[in-house]
């Protein structure tokens, strides 16, 4: 290992399921360890997700939501994943009407096939979540993911209240 110190430039913003896998794939090093840097420009709208690393088990993704930010309720049927929230607030919401507020620190686990959904809080800072994900299946799609009916459902689609994103001048997580 070098001891150069880590990147403090923005890892790419993905703006496709596409993308996304993509990424990964340049990122995955098998035999070696990957070194990143938390560090986002924050949004005024809309949503963004920067892969910040990624093996053949596991991703970690930086997302971002402005203010009042949502999506829509989905599940992901091959992959367990882990949202920390690094800072703001929102609202996670399961099927039958459930919800739970958590902010700064707290952690949300979802076993692959849990169905939720979450909102940024409106008036809040951005919200800023660290997304550490585990493949069920290594040779079966990662993002795949279903709505409540079980058919596919695309992640970057307006149906899942995707809006184009307007980034911040001089707002940066770090």
């Known amino acids: 290992m070098s001891a150069t110190s880590l990147s403090r430039s923005f890892a790419p913003i993905v703006h496709s399921a596409a993308e996304w ?4 794939a340049r990122l995955t090093r098998p035999g070696q ?4 840097h938390i560090r986002a420009q924050l949004p005024m709208q809309g949503r963004t ?5 990624a093996s053949r088990y596991m991703n970690v993704v930086l997302k971002t939501y402005a203010s009042g930010g949502e999506n829509e309720i989905h599940a992901h049927s091959n ?16 099927p039958n009407g459930e919800a739970r507020e958590a902010g700064r620190n ?4 979802l076993p692959a096939g849990v169905f939720y959904w979450f909102q940024a809080k409106e008036d ?3 919200l800023v979540i660290l ?12 993002l795949a993911r279903i709505d409540l009916e079980g058919k596919p459902f695309d992640g970057y689609s307006e149906k899942n209240k995707e809006v184009p994103v307007v980034l911040h001048e001089d707002r940066i997580f770090e």
């Open 124 to 126: 809040d800072e951005p």
């Open 33 to 36: 360890p990957s070194f990143f």
């Open 106 to 109: 707290d952690c949300v686990l």
């Open 21 to 24: 896998r993509a990424e990964m």
């Open 79 to 94: 992959e367990d994943h882990v949202f920390v929230i690094l800072q703001g607030r929102a609202t996670f919401h399961g």
């Open 131 to 142: 997304r550490i994900g585990a493949h069920i299946d290594p040779d079966s799609d990662v």
């Open 49 to 53: 997700n920067q892969v910040l690393g």
